[in-house]
């Protein structure tokens, strides 16, 4: 039986033994197999409409269906350290994609796979009643539209440089799934009566290793400033300024001994020209940074006085 059926069968459950009714409304709803999810988004955009003619700022609850499949999910149980390798990453992903934190809670779990319930944390009511024309939106529901894409692009295995401050995140949830091989569906019904639906199988989570992965960048630059710490390990520190926030640099010298010949001294103006090597994922996320002593450099004229 078709996840179409299930919801014909349902709804001819509910309509008892009227065989005309039940034929035509079924008729009127159209013949195309549907999953259980989009029938539950299509009654509850039913019910939100219904609901505002009498209450135009009429609102749905929000919730977040997590379904987990793999090969030990068919219990319908969820292991005390998937929810608490998993529901984490989720959250945070969430808050992340927000751009502000989005607490979430869990509500239920059912069987069939693992499929977890959970909802947003309830917040304080506004002073002020919203607009007439104020769209039924939330925090979450802002976070799971960037997420949903993201997760989605991941899966077509896209371009993903759009959501590159989210990446962090999803490579936490990723990481979380393939320690116990787990494929991730995502499902969000938002308060306007509306769903999006994403997942992340191993094929996304494949693609985001791939992402992880570094290539070097380097740079030559001058560096120019005083000696706030010298290790004899061939390490030193300039700081290029006297405030406090100045920008500190570690150079590292390759050759421990260059440093001790040059016998420099804490406080001594240095001006260093250094490699600056960058190691970029596929995102263009800096990942590590190195400044390696090349040789010294010219010190900066000073610029010409106008007369």
């Not at 988004?41 to 269906?65: G, I, K, V």
Request: hydrophobic share 35%.
């Amino acid at each position: 039986m078709t996840a179409g059926d299930n919801w014909r069968e349902r709804r001819r459950a509910i309509l008892g033994d009227d065989a005309d009714l039940t034929t035509r409304l079924l008729d009127e709803m159209g013949t195309e197999e549907r999953d259980d999810e989009e029938v539950e988004a299509e009654h509850r955009t039913s019910r939100l409409a219904a609901a505002r003619e009498y209450e135009p700022q009429a609102r749905l609850d929000e919730e977040l269906q997590l379904r987990l499949t793999g090969p030990d999910t068919e219990g319908g149980a969820l292991r005390f350290q998937w929810g608490d390798a998993l529901l984490s990453p989720v959250e945070n992903a969430l808050s992340v994609a927000a751009g502000t934190p989005v607490q979430l809670e869990l509500t239920g779990v059912s069987a069939g796979s693992t499929v977890v319930y959970a909802r947003p944390v309830a917040t304080l009511a506004p002073t002020e009643p919203p607009a007439m024309d104020a769209p039924a939106t939330s925090a979450a529901s802002t976070g799971m539209y960037a997420l949903t894409k993201l997760l989605t692009a991941l899966e077509s295995e896209e371009d993903i440089r759009e959501w590159a401050r989210l990446f962090d995140a999803v490579d936490g949830l990723a990481r979380a799934l393939g320690k116990y091989g787990l494929n991730l569906g995502m499902t969000w019904y938002g308060a306007d009566g509306g769903m999006r639906r994403a997942r992340l199988t191993e094929r996304g989570r494949r693609h985001v290793e791939h992402l992880r992965e570094t290539r070097p960048r380097d740079q030559e630059i001058t560096i120019s400033g005083r000696i706030t710490e010298l290790r004899e390990s061939g390490w030193v520190k300039v700081k290029t300024g006297t405030a406090k926030n100045a920008p500190a640099y570690d150079v590292h010298f390759e050759e421990p001994e260059k440093l001790l010949r040059m016998r420099p001294g804490l406080g001594d103006n240095v001006h260093f020209r250094v490699r600056f090597r960058q190691h970029l994922d596929s995102v263009g996320i800096a990942r590590s940074t190195e400044y390696t002593y090349l040789g010294p450099a010219a010190e900066q004229p000073p610029l010409p006085l106008e007369s």
